[in-house]
């Protein structure tokens, strides 16, 4: 038995997260003669944020800016770092708890001027 789409219902569902994480959900619907329990889970992930870094210093001289990374989800993160340019070293991973805010070490350490 299938049920055509002007079978089907809407339920229209108003969600207002405040915080980036993963919630779960279940919807009971009830009616005289059914039964269903409909889990959903729904993840939010924070907007797009870009940064820009200056770093000045002698050819040769390493600085290190701490960039902190904010969990206020309800999960532990476990974030890889990809980091792209010449002269740029940190951690290749990074753990940030759960209502924690880590720090990343970025350094910077110039063969050059530039």
Known sequence: FVLDRSDA????IKFT??????YH???LLKSSCDVRVYEIECVVNTDHAEAELEFLTPAYQAVVQDIPISNMSS????????LEGQGF???PL????????????LMF???AEC
């Open 9 to 12: 219902v809407e339920l229209p």
């Open 17 to 22: 997260p405040r915080f980036a994480g993963c």
């Open 25 to 27: 959900c279940q919807i």
């Open 75 to 82: 999960q532990e993160w476990k974030l890889e770092a990809i």
């Open 89 to 91: 070293y940190g951690p």
């Open 94 to 105: 990074i753990n940030v708890g759960l209502g924690e805010t880590a720090l990343y070490p």
């Open 109 to 111: 350490k110039p063969t």
